[in-house]
């Protein structure tokens, strides 16, 4: 995901030509990977939207009259385009929490403090397959296994009217 920002000479107002182009396209950049910060930000109270998506928005000069704000982060754009989410290999499968205990602490199958030491596997009659815990009498179902699934599209970055909205904004407050 990149936004590039480029000026044409000819369209170049007088009022910036006394400016070092550098540092003119340097503030512009900050400007639009702002408002992509910001997206991030009010995406809600995760420390993932900050930690990973937000912080993730760089801005670069790469000529006197280029610049472009991109994330580095490959999670970034899945977060905004969506998709299919695998687990790496070597495993097979995904454990989605699905116990509220278990999604409010946001705890890992693997980090999970199994009775015994180990986790009980279960399937229903659907086919499911869950990793449960071993109570007195019953096991409690905490995850269950999946091969694969869909991420809704999050969307985040600023859209071509929002990135001209800002453009717009930051050269009335600026110039």
């Known amino acids: 995901m990149e936004i590039k920002i480029k000026v044409d000479a000819g369209d170049t107002p007088k009022t910036f030509l006394d400016m070092a182009p550098e540092r003119f396209m340097k503030s512009w950049a900050v400007a639009i990977a702002n408002l992509a910060r910001k997206n991030a930000f009010e995406k809600g109270g995760r420390s993932f939207w900050k930690r990973e998506i937000g912080q993730s928005v760089r801005e670069e000069v790469t000529g006197p009259a280029t610049g472009s ?24 499968f995904l454990a989605i929490p699905i116990d509220k205990s278990i999604r409010r602490k946001k705890i890992f199958a693997r980090d999970y ?7 009980v596997f279960m399937q229903d009659k659907s086919g499911k397959v869950y990793l449960g815990a071993q109570l007195k009498t019953k096991v409690k179902p905490l995850f269950v296994l999946k091969r694969s699934v869909m991420q809704q599209a999050r969307p985040w970055w600023p859209s071509e009217a929002e990135t001209e909205a800002e453009s717009r904004r930051f050269f009335e407050q600026e110039f």
Do not use: C, L, Q
């Open 69 to 92: 704000v991109y994330s580095d982060s490959y999670i970034a754009e899945h977060v905004h385009t969506g998709g299919v989410i695998r687990p790496n290999p070597p495993a097979k």
């Open 113 to 119: 403090p199994w009775p015994g030491g180990k986790p």
